[in-house]
């Protein structure tokens, strides 16, 4: 099956700051299929990107999506207080369908 | 707007079964597969298996083969998973999620989740 790990596994961000996190697959996953979830706790995950680089309905135009094979990244250019959650990659290429192991944002 | 209704939490004895159920509305049942997703702490999340809701058909990882049965029922856009023989292992809270072509098989819409809890 397809691994994926994700780093950090907690990150810490103040306000207005970018962060980046990654998502890296045991084996190359279509672009098509990779996807990235957000869950707040006492909620179900919600999709947040989709394919890469499409950002949800409703999602703000600060979060963007990238990467290719291997190789995953979700990106927050201005974080703000209602980013705090954890972000989950997702992938479908092959099955059984995978997640990652979340990456954790907390805001200073 | 579309919904995923699930089933209230559930308390079970070891070696016992339960079936969860997940009901759909707001858009056509048939069109979408309905996926089954496990949430715990140590695990995180795992893909249990998915269902056509159009033609029965399954797909399951195998690592839940044997404890998951995924059943549709097109007349009520219900879903269904059975789990069977429960450990404390099956403790977790279990998740419908939808997941159509159009959005290459990302889950897009998500149920409130079902708690199940293995205890005697």
């Known amino acids: 099956q397809i691994v994926l790990t994700q780093s950090p596994a907690i990150m810490s961000a103040s306000l207005g700051e970018r962060v980046t996190m990654t998502c890296t697959a045991s084996?190359?996953?279509?672009?098509?299929?990779l996807h990235w979830y957000q869950q707040k706790p006492g909620s179900s995950p919600k999709l947040w990107i989709y394919?890469?680089?499409n950002l949800a309905s409703g999602v703000p135009a600060r979060f963007s999506g990238g990467g290719s094979g291997t190789s995953y990244s979700l990106t927050i250019s201005n974080v703000e207080a209602e980013d705090a959650a954890t972000y989950y990659c997702?992938?479908?290429?092959?099955?059984?369908?995978?997640f990652g192991g979340g990456t954790k944002l907390e805001i200073k | 707007q579309v919904q995923l209704q699930q089933s209230g939490a559930e308390l079970v004895r070891p070696g016992a079964s339960v079936t969860l159920s997940c009901k759909a509305s707001?858009?056509?049942?048939?069109?979408?597969?309905m996926h089954w997703v496990k949430q715990t702490p140590v695990h995180g999340l795992e893909w249990i298996g998915a269902?056509?809701?159009?033609?029965?058909?399954?797909a399951y990882n195998q690592k839940f083969k044997g404890k998951a049965t995924l059943t549709a029922d097109k007349s009520s856009s219900t879903a269904y998973m059975e789990l069977r023989s429960l450990t404390s292992e099956d403790s977790a809270v279990y998740y419908c999620?939808?997941?159509?072509?159009?959005?290459?098989?990302?889950?897009?819409?998500w149920g409130q989740g079902t708690s199940v809890t293995v205890s005697s």
């Open positions: 269902i056509d809701p159009e033609s029965g058909g399954t």
């Open positions: 707001g858009y056509t049942f048939t069109d979408y597969e």
């Open positions: 999620t939808r997941a159509g072509h159009s959005l290459f098989f990302a889950m897009d819409f």
């Open positions: 997702h992938q479908y290429h092959l099955s059984p369908r995978t």
């Open positions: 394919s890469t680089s």
């Open positions: 084996s190359s996953v279509s672009s098509s299929y």
